[in-house]
C-alpha cells in the first residue's frame, strides 16, 4: 500500500531552521507531484510548496525565500528546509503525492516556532 512518512518536525525557536522529509512507498515515485501543506489550529490546510514531477517549484506567497522544496527521486524522498522560521509557522505539516485521480496524504509532523 501507499505509505508517506513524514519526519523532522519539533520545536524551534524564531529565526531558526527545520528540515522535513517525506519518504515514500508504494508509487512510483518519479511521475508524482510532491508537495508539503500545513494546517494551524482552526485554519485550514493550505499549500506550502510543490515540486512537480519534472522540475518546476512552487510557493506559498508566505513562504517564498524562506523554505526550498526539494527532491531525490533515487530515495523516493521529498524534503521541505525551512529557514527564518516565524511563530505563524507553527502548523501540523503534511506531505502529499498527487497524481490525479490519485491523491495520497502523511500522517503529519507538527512543527511549533516559539521562544
Known amino acids: 500500500q501507499v505509505q508517506l512518512v513524514e519526519s523532522g518536525g519539533g520545536l524551534v525557536q524564531p529565526g531558526g531552521s527545520l528540515r522535513l522529509s517525506c519518504a515514500a512507498s508504494?508509487?512510483?515515485?518519479?511521475?508524482?507531484?510532491m508537495g508539503w501543506y500545513r494546517q494551524a489550529p482552526g485554519k485550514e490546510r493550505e499549500l506550502v510548496a510543490v515540486y512537480s514531477s519534472g522540475t518546476s517549484t512552487n510557493y506559498a506567497d508566505s513562504v517564498k525565500d524562506r523554505f526550498t522544496i526539494s527532491r531525490d527521486n533515487t530515495k523516493n524522498t521529498v524534503y521541505l528546509q525551512m529557514n527564518s522560521l516565524k511563530p505563524e509557522d507553527t502548523a501540523v505539516y503534511y506531505c502529499?503525492?498527487?497524481?490525479?485521480?490519485?491523491?495520497?496524504w502523511g500522517q503529519g509532523t507538527q512543527v511549533t516556532v516559539s521562544s
Open positions: 502529499n503525492a498527487k497524481l490525479r485521480p490519485k491523491d495520497y
Open positions: 508504494g508509487i512510483v515515485f518519479g511521475v508524482y507531484n
